[in-house]
């Protein structure tokens, strides 16, 4: 699908910026619907074929979190959230509320479409896997395939050593679980586990290396002090 058959839409209560996002994006191909406040962005989520959502957080009628939380009840579409709260609380609320990506004002209009093509490409390509059947476990931007013991990351392969592989595994079929590092070392060396915490730990750092945005501060591979190792579900 092309950048012309692409619906955007931009929701922020300053005119100014929905004015300027709009001429961005419209420069690059694509058609751009515009909301000021939650209400009307839901009303066009819902009437409208709508492809991927920028939404501001702080608006009238309906703020954009809260606006988020009812198109995820009805919509799978990326969502990008627009504010000007830089805190990593803000920015973790947000994208717990459902949303995909977040961007402080102000930002780089040449970034923000960056964002928009990474988005739309990540999502049609995760609807051609689902169409053609694929043996797949999907957990937010990270897609492990089954058949060919491949994960992927923003829609890239990562290389990943075979016992990294092992765990990855492991924790992406039971996501939320909370493994501690003695069951994660029986179950992939095939061994009684005996001082093994280090072994598991180092394994989990270059995991994380590979597949977190931010390795210090990780979205998807989590340790829970004292008890072990979860895989948290987006």
């Known amino acids: 699908m092309d950048n012309e058959s692409k619906n955007i839409l931009v929701v922020d209560d300053d005119r100014e910026i929905v004015r300027a996002i709009a001429l961005t994006l419209e420069a690059e191909g694509y058609t751009v619907l515009k909301a000021y406040d939650g209400l009307e962005a839901l009303d066009l989520v819902t009437t409208k074929n709508i492809h991927l959502v920028i939404i501001d957080v702080m608006m009238p009628k309906l703020d954009g979190l809260s606006a988020i939380m009812r198109i995820r009840d009805g919509k799978n579409l990326p969502i990008i959230v627009l504010s000007a709260k830089s805190e990593n609380s803000d920015k973790i609320l947000g994208l717990s509320m459902g949303a995909d990506d977040y961007v402080t004002k102000p930002f780089n209009p040449m970034e923000l479409a960056a964002r928009v093509k990474s988005q739309l490409r990540r999502y049609t390509s995760l609807g051609d896997i689902n169409s053609r059947g694929e043996n797949v476990i999907l957990n937010g931007r990270l897609r492990f395939n089954l058949d060919e013991h491949v994960l992927y990351a923003d829609n890239e392969p990562v290389k990943l050593t075979a016992t990294e592989t092992k765990i990855v595994e492991l924790l992406m079929r039971n996501p939320g679980r909370i493994f501690p590092a003695e069951e994660i070392y ?49």
Do not use: C, D, Q
Request: hydrophobic share 35%.
């Open 186 to 234: 029986s179950k992939i060396w095939n061994e009684s586990a005996y001082s093994t915490e280090n072994t598991v730990m180092v394994h989990i750092r270059r995991i994380r290396e590979k597949i977190e945005i931010n390795p210090s501060e990780p979205e998807y591979l989590k340790v829970v002090w004292g008890i072990g190792y979860k895989f948290e579900k987006h």
